[in-house]
T-cell receptor, first 113, second 111 residues
Framework: DAGITQSPRHKVTETGTPVTLRCHQT?????MYWYRQDPGHGLRLIHYSYGVKDTDKGEVSDGYSVSRSKTEDFLLTLESATSSQTSVYFCAISDRAHTDTQYFGPGTRLTVL | QKEVEQDPGPLSVPEGAIVSLNCTYS??????FMWYRQYSRKGPELLMY????GNKEDGRFTAQVDKSSKYISLFIRDSQPSDSATYLCAMSNQAGTALIFGKGTTLSVSS
């Protein structure tokens, strides 16, 4: 998986609790992305980062925040998890822009009860 | 109308068949076209990358882009059971503001 790890790989949590997902890369790529994948919707971009402390919103950013304090780490936080955020979350990296090849991590399966 | 449309399938074929997977799109500004393959419970991996129009071949895989029809295709020759996966098309415009994915087509190749 191109030097990308995600943690945790599985998580079950309750509605209203905060959740943080971590993406770690060893490729020194500039761009990092968080996607969610749901049946019937495919992959949708939540947030992305184009450098340390530089982030921007994607298509489905409501209810999510991100932080990138180091090149190798990109955190996705659900401030107060809801059942609609039950999904599989993928982190991806690319060396240049969105148009560059994106390499995906193994995914985190999140269930919000 | 969604920006990218992809038939979800499932598509079932016998081993050795030629498979055709397709996506249509509405945004004429798209210039970068990709096909990703995703095995069950894994992350997507890039299979083919095409810029603008034309064909690209890599082993058993051929990607075609028809910008006049806003239509892209992925052909798999001599399909194998190991090709059983979900295939996602993805595309972006010149500005590279975001990669837009199709919903994916699930392919099953039986031996």
């Amino acid at each position: 998986d191109a030097g990308i790890t995600q943690s945790p790989r599985h998580k079950v949590t309750e509605t209203g609790t905060p959740v943080t997902l971590r993406c770690h890369q060893t490729e020194n790529h500039r761009y990092m992305y968080w996607y969610r994948q749901d049946p019937g919707h495919g992959l949708r971009l939540i947030h992305y980062s184009y450098g340390v402390k530089d982030t921007d919103k994607g298509e489905v950013s409501d209810g999510y925040s991100v932080s990138r304090s180091k090149t190798e780490d990109f955190l996705l936080t659900l401030e107060s998890a809801t059942s609609s955020q039950t999904s599989v979350y993928f982190c991806a990296i690319s060396d240049r822009a969105h148009t560059d090849t994106q390499y995906f991590g193994p995914g985190t399966r999140l269930t919000v009860l | 109308q969604k920006e990218v449309e992809q038939d979800p399938g499932p598509l079932s074929v016998p081993e050795g068949a030629i498979v055709s997977l397709n996506c249509t799109y509405s945004n004429s500004a798209f210039q970068y076209f990709m096909w990703y393959r995703q095995y069950s419970r894994k992350g997507p991996e890039l299979l083919m990358y095409t810029y603008s129009s034309g064909n690209k071949e890599d082993g058993r895989f051929t990607a075609q882009v028809d910008k006049s029809s806003k239509y892209i295709s992925l052909f798999i020759r001599d399909s194998q059971p190991s090709d059983s996966a979900t295939y996602l098309c993805a595309m972006s415009n010149q500005a590279g503001t975001a990669l837009i994915f199709g919903k994916g087509t699930t392919l099953s190749v039986s031996s």
